[in-house]
């Protein structure tokens, strides 16, 4: 019997070793403008994650109400604190950092294949955050 549950753990071991995990970090600006995630679009496999980095003071990151896949869960990191998230639902996330998310400090987060072109936005999404998130996928469709 044991030797049955070590051969199921040793077959799984390639699944969970295939996960990448990606940096993000959070800055008072770069060449995409003020307030910005760098890199500001990732595209994941489902089980990846991405560790949001508290590069400069006075940044978070949390997903943006209403813009994550059905089923995936939100999360919220604290001001000045790096937080690890794994993505494991298939789609679209929309971060962002909470003190300037009306000043378009978001990001995109693709899990799976979908084209950009097939992601749509809430309707509440602000303004600043709407006119970043349209010169991300400009960038990289």
């Known amino acids: 019997m044991r030797s049955a549950i070590l ?12 996960a990448e995990t990606f940096e993000v970090k959070m800055l008072n600006g770069n060449a995409t403008g003020g307030m910005a995630f760098e890199p500001d679009f990732l595209s994941l496999k489902p089980g990846d994650k991405v560790k949001f980095l508290a590069t400069q003071r006075g ?22 604190q ?10 679209f996330y929309g971060i962002m950092c909470t003190p300037h998310y009306d000043m378009g ?29 349209e010169q991300i996928v400009e960038r990289n469709q």
């Open 105 to 133: 400090m978001v990001m995109v987060v693709r899990v799976g294949d979908a084209p950009l072109t097939e992601m749509t936005l809430p309707k509440d999404v602000r303004p600043g955050a709407v006119k970043r998130i």
């Open 82 to 91: 790096e937080i690890e998230v794994t993505f494991t639902e298939e789609g």
């Open 7 to 18: 051969a199921v753990l040793l077959a799984l071991l390639p699944i969970v070793a295939q």
């Open 59 to 80: 940044h978070n990151a949390a997903t943006i109400k209403d813009f994550l896949p059905e089923g995936a869960p939100p999360f919220k990191g604290k001001i000045n």
